[in-house]
């Protein structure tokens, strides 16, 4: 038994002969039971991708549907003898065939073999072949079906340039050129089309052609997007003119498994940019906006979103570097969502949510803002959960993660979070979400105060920074050591405060240039005053202190410190709530340690009452970058002001 949807959807027996399915609604169970790879489909389910209103006997008719199903792939099964082709799981079916078995699964394994393995290429070139049509061509005007049809698509594509990419790095390739003029004609937006078709034409002996190549696609991507062309196709052209003998034939080095050679758009540069910090950083941000800007202009939606969803650098921090870039990027994926509709293919509409949960950062929002920005996270969780694609699943959890602070005391559920990016990461080889996974367990296992967990995933990620080329990273775990310090600075025998503070400030020396001015502003004076109070010690008065977006709940402290006892009164009643982000426990705690000092205990109450859940905490640890002691300390202070009972 055989079953093929790349084309129209079909079954054949062992010996080539078509098996008759039965009507439209017949081939489409099969086709959704094909789509879930061998995970059970809920009736549920069934009937709404079946039916856009779905009739009132909807659920007999499928079981109809499915019984039919079950007689035509298993003629020859005996009379109430379970099947074993379509089986019923819980509170719906599965389709188990061997992979090898269905032409769509035995493409995608064939495709990820062939990214790491060149060997692979004439398995891959076979499967290619395969192709007879659109995937699932028959089922068209399923919404599940246009989705899993652009998705494939974009995989046969990326299946075409890596096995041309393959022939040529291998020496040969002029009898590509048709093909891949045609690819061209058929794809202009897609870069690598472009350099593999001027390869070819090279190796072929036709160097003006593949020049002249190269500055048509110089053309349309300029004229059409404003975009210049990225590196790989300014790197070829130079290397032509120069006649550089890498070139001629000799196989060039293979990239390692996890590289994925897709499209190589200036936003691609810019995620690649975005991980190297410092200026490159700066840049990417650049780079970036002026891409979706770009997009926009071109008014091809798919291709607006795709740029706009393609972005996906994992982020740490609840304070955007630059939160006007972030209000433009939500903004331009919001007009982008609503443009698509409902209609939308569901891996754009979950990368377009991931975006705007990523970019609508906690610190920024309040209100109704907020709670848009914790749906967004949700739903594009949800999407991606149901398309099973590990890397935007773990995109989607990247958003969760930064729209977890809506309230203090939920460490344990962003490690929780941390964790399963982590888990994806390591199984499916996503190396950039591995880093992040471990950074966000380090800050939840900083803020729970367990800091052997802390150093062991600071020590994972700097291992996997050296082979993922992620220089943030060290400046990060740097900070976490530093917190490390300042921690065991209290305790007998530890290190002295001094050496705390001196530790701070090589690690604020690190950050400063490497391009996260919403992370680095007023983090320095925060964790010396965190480690004054740690000492019980009054907050620094150093004029030249950047106290950054913290000075609010600092001021009362640093003007107690001064003897301006009225001043800091003023300035305590006129501090804000803290925004929902890593340092809303250490400003609850600021803010109850001034309350308690100038006896305001109705303030002091308050705080508390937001502090309650984050008792087991530890202030301002949540970052993995400072502390201020543990939670449980200021709540004493504010019950012996205002009473327990009171709180």
Do not use: K
């Not at 939840?444 to 967990?453: E, F, K, M, R, V």
Request: hydrophobic letters at 45%; charged letters at 25%; proline letters at 7%.
């Amino acid at each position: 038994m055989r079953i093929d949807v790349l084309g129209a959807v079909r079954a054949l027996r062992d010996d080539g002969s078509p098996v008759d399915l039965g009507g439209p609604r017949h081939r489409e169970v099969l086709a959704r039971l094909v789509a879930a790879e061998g995970r059970m489909v809920t009736t549920d389910t069934l009937v709404d991708d079946l039916w856009s209103d779905p009739p009132v006997r909807a659920v007999g008719a499928l079981r109809t549907f499915v019984a039919a199903l079950r007689r035509a792939l298993e003629p020859d099964r005996p009379p109430r003898t379970p099947p074993r082709v379509i089986v019923t799981e819980g509170p719906g079916y599965a389709l188990l065939l061997p992979r090898e078995d269905v032409d769509v699964h035995r493409f995608q394994d064939t495709l990820s073999r062939a990214r790491r393995d060149p060997d692979a290429v004439t398995d891959l070139a076979a499967v290619l072949a395969a192709w007879r049509g659109p995937a699932y061509a028959d089922v068209t005007d399923s919404v599940w079906a246009q989705r899993e049809r652009t998705r494939l698509e974009e995989l046969r594509l990326e299946g075409v340039e890596l096995r041309a990419r393959i022939v040529l790095d291998s020496g040969e390739g002029p009898g590509l050129v048709a093909e891949l003029g045609a690819h061209v004609a058929e794809h202009p937006w897609r870069e690598p089309a472009w350099e593999l078709l001027a390869r070819a034409l090279h190796r072929a002996g036709r160097r003006a052609d593949a020049l002249a190549t190269l500055r048509r696609a110089r053309a349309m991507l300029v004229g059409h997007l404003g975009l210049d062309p990225g590196p790989a196709l300014q790197s070829l052209e130079t290397e032509i003119l120069n006649g550089s003998p890498s070139l001629e034939g000799a196989r060039t080095a293979w990239p390692g498994p996890g590289v994925r050679l897709g499209p190589r758009t200036t936003v691609d540069l810019a995620r690649t940019l975005a991980l190297a910090g410092g200026d490159a950083l700066v840049h990417s941000r650049r780079d970036r906006l002026a891409a979706v800007q770009a997009a926009q202009r071109t008014g091809d939606l798919l291709l607006t979103a795709r740029v706009i969803g393609a972005y996906d650098v994992p982020a740490i921090w609840s304070r955007a570097d630059d939160p006007e870039q972030s209000r433009a990027v939500v903004a331009a994926a919001e007009r982008t969502l609503a443009a698509l509709g409902p209609d939308s293919p569901a891996d754009l509409t979950a990368r377009l949510l991931a975006t705007v949960a990523v970019e609508s950062r906690s610190a920024d929002l309040s209100g109704t803002d907020l709670e848009h920005a914790h749906q967004a996270a949700r739903r594009s969780e949800a999407l991606a959960r149901e398309l099973a694609d590990p890397a935007l699943l773990a995109f989607a959890l990247n958003g969760v993660f930064l729209q977890s602070f809506s309230r203090p005391g939920l460490a344990a559920v962003r490690d929780s979070v941390g964790a399963e990016i982590l888990d994806l990461a390591t199984r499916h080889d996503l190396p950039n979400f591995a880093v992040l996974g471990r950074l966000v367990r380090l800050q939840s296992a900083s803020a729970l105060g367990d800091l052997d967990a802390a150093a062991s995933h600071a020590h994972a990620a700097e291992r996997l920074a050296a082979t993922t080329e992620a220089p943030l990273v060290p400046v990060l775990t740097a900070w976490f050591r530093a917190r490390a310090t300042a921690d065991r600075s209290t305790e007998p025998g530890g290190p002295a405060a001094a050496t705390a503070a001196a530790h701070y400030r090589a690690a604020e020396d690190a950050l400063r240039t490497a391009g996260m001015p919403g992370l680095h502003r007023g983090l320095f004076p925060l964790a010396l005053l965190g480690l004054r109070l740690l000492h019980d010690r009054p907050a620094p008065t150093d004029p030249r202190l950047d106290w950054g977006p913290y000075l609010p709940w600092a001021r009362p402290l640093v003007l107690l410190a001064q003897d301006r006892g009225e001043e800091a009164r003023t300035a305590l009643n006129a501090v804000p709530e803290p925004a929902h982000d890593h340092m809303q426990e250490a400003m609850w705690c600021l803010t109850v340690h001034a309350a308690v000092r100038l006896g305001e205990r109705g303030i002091a109450a308050r705080a508390a009452t937001a502090l309650r859940c984050a008792r087991a905490e530890h202030a301002g640890a949540a970052s993995g970058m400072l502390t201020l002691g543990p939670v449980a300390r200021y709540l004493a202070e504010a019950e012996e002001l205002v009473g327990a009972t009171s709180i």
